[in-house]
């Protein structure tokens, strides 16, 4: 019972002793005692802040930094609350406690030079804080020693390095990044200055390599801009011509073209520069020598990406000797059709006497003989005459009479014909109107007669034909359908060239692309057009137009 009043009374005495310590420390951190007295080995000491006044320890209680005061003995002395939440214990706890305490093994000797130092001189050191919750912090202890009553103590300001260090770190990674960015842009420029030194050097091959190529090509070549002027040649034209380019350039060209064939030129130059179509003409140029030779002419623009013309590249294709060779060949064509046409119409001559001999009954396997015979000479002279009409064609001389031709009588006519000859195919007619035309009857029946063959040697599926007549704006118009293998937008544009043929192996038929090239030029020299109309696969419609009388 005694023991346990004594425990009390201890206890009372230990709760009492507290609240005094507790009461001191407000004292002094609210600035009411200027003095304390710390017990330590050697018994009580009295400590008395020197310059202590009241504002002076509140500036220390509000400061960011922790503020630390040790004696010789590294016994804290005194700490504001900063210090004591930085070192994550009580105040009352953090006063009388060993300073080393707060601080890791680590730190343990780096805290003892400084304090050992610091009492001679002012230093600071980074020194690692414990905070407690186990994890480190990174301060600066910077130490100054201060006098105090009971003899001299060590001031120490605590500042948190760990923002800077954060703040440090994020510099560093920020100019780990931007460095990291600076490298990237310089690789970056550094290809694309390969790049564009690769591409200069491209472009300066390649524009080596098309002056190589033009200068040693046999065509001459150009190039203009969209409003007609020349604005480049290669050498072939000024080895041509004997002229500079001041002479030829812009539309100085013309000065060389001959002069039958400018008109043409400058007709379709305009036409090709004002549509963007392919500029093709043949003309003669002016060589050096002051000989004009035949050219093939062709030119096609250069777009940008907006499908603008930047420029028209061009070259002209010295044709003069293909020209001759033509002509030796139409040459050949008018003499050889000319000398068979003698031995054919004696041999033409002689079959008929030989059909029409009575003296003696012909047996019934010669007659059929004598037919054959006279179909295929036939056949060799139309051929003959179409050879003969081309040349004349060729020589300009294809010439025949004019007179009233009755296009209703005509086309009755070679339907009649071609009922007896394709006896298999049906002809149907459609007749508008009686119209008069002025013409030649027998190039007329010739140019129909054509249409109609051809209708029916291209369609061997369908054997119905239709030929149609009709008035149209003082015009008769003569048509033939079929429904046969037609023709595409592309042949439809050639076939009334000369010896043009489709090539097409499926529907080849014997001909020589002559028949549509005479029947052209008959159409044309009655003033009239010829035209057709055509699907492939579906049929085509051939027409001829000609003025009424
Ligand atoms: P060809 O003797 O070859 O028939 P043409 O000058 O009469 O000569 O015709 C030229 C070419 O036009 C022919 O080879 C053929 O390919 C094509 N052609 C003419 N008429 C027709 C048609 N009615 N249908 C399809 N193709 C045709």
């Not at 009295?46 to 016994?75: H, P």
Request: with cysteine.
């Amino acid at each position: 019972m005694e023991q346990q009043d004594q425990h009390s009374e201890e206890i009372r005495e230990l709760r009492f002793q507290l609240e005094e310590a507790q009461e001191t420390i407000n004292a002094i951190r609210t600035g009411q005692v200027d003095a304390l007295v710390v017990k330590d080995t050697d018994g009580h000491q009295l400590y008395t802040l020197k310059t202590a006044d009241q504002t002076y320890r509140v500036f220390i209680e509000k400061m960011s930094e922790g503020a630390v005061t040790i004696n010789s003995e590294g016994i804290i002395l005194y700490c504001n609350t900063r210090f004591a939440v930085m070192a994550n214990t009580p105040l009352e706890k953090a006063i009388g406690a060993p300073l080393a305490s707060f601080v890791p093994d680590q730190s343990k000797t780096a805290l003892e030079e400084l304090i050992h130092s610091s009492w001679n001189e002012e230093c600071r050191l980074e020194i690692i804080l414990k905070d407690g919750g186990g994890k480190d912090m990174h301060c600066m202890f910077s130490c100054n020693t201060i006098e105090l009553d009971g003899g001299t103590a060590l001031s120490i300001i605590v500042t948190d390095l760990s923002l800077l260090k954060e703040t440090e770190k994020q510099l560093q990674l920020r100019n780990e990044q931007l460095e990291e960015s600076r490298a990237n842009a310089e690789k970056l420029n550094n290809t694309l200055e390969a790049t564009v030194k690769e591409r200069t050097h491209d472009l300066v091959i390649s524009r080596e390599h098309f002056k190589l190529l033009t200068n040693n090509i046999v065509q001459m070549t150009w190039t203009n801009l969209p409003d007609g002027n020349v604005n480049s040649y290669n050498q072939r034209w000024y080895d041509y011509t004997g002229k500079d380019f001041e002479a030829t350039a812009g539309l100085g060209w013309k000065e060389l073209i001959h002069p039958d064939d400018l008109k043409m030129t400058i007709e379709k130059y305009t036409h090709s520069l004002a549509t963007g179509e392919m500029f093709e003409v043949e003309n003669r140029y002016k060589r050096h020598d002051g000989v004009y030779r035949w050219h093939l002419n062709r030119a096609q623009p250069l777009k940008n990406d907006k499908g603008e013309i930047i420029f028209w590249v061009g070259t002209a294709t010295d044709i003069e000797d293909q020209k001759r060779e033509m002509d030796r060949k139409d040459e050949f064509i008018g003499i050889a059709s000319h000398e068979l046409k003698t031995p054919l119409t004696s041999l033409k001559g002689y079959l008929q006497l030989i059909a029409g001999y009575k003296k003696e009954q012909l047996p019934p396997i010669i007659t059929q003989y004598i037919n054959k015979a006279g179909v295929s000479i036939n056949k060799l002279q139309s051929l003959i005459n179409d050879l003969l009409d081309v040349s004349k064609i060729k020589a300009g001389r294809l010439e025949y009479s004019l007179n009233d031709v009755n296009i209703t009588e005509l086309v009755n006519q070679c339907v009649e014909n071609a009922e007896h000859v394709y006896s298999s195919y049906i002809f149907e007619k459609q007749i508008e109107g009686d119209p008069i035309v002025k013409g030649n009857n027998e190039r007329l029946e010739q140019v129909l007669m054509n249409l109609i063959n051809n209708a029916v040697k291209y369609s061997q599926n369908d054997k119905n034909v239709l030929i149609t007549v009709k008035k149209n704006n003082n015009k008769a118009r003569v048509s033939v359908t079929d429904h046969g293998i037609g023709l595409s937008q592309h042949q439809q544009t050639r076939i009334f060239e000369r010896f043009y043929r489709v090539e097409d192996r499926k529907n080849m038929t014997s001909g020589l692309g002559m028949g549509l090239y005479i029947s052209q030029e008959i159409i044309s020299n009655h003033n009239g057009t010829i035209g057709v109309d055509s699907e492939t696969g579906q049929g085509s419609t051939f027409y001829f137009e000609l003025p009424l009388v």
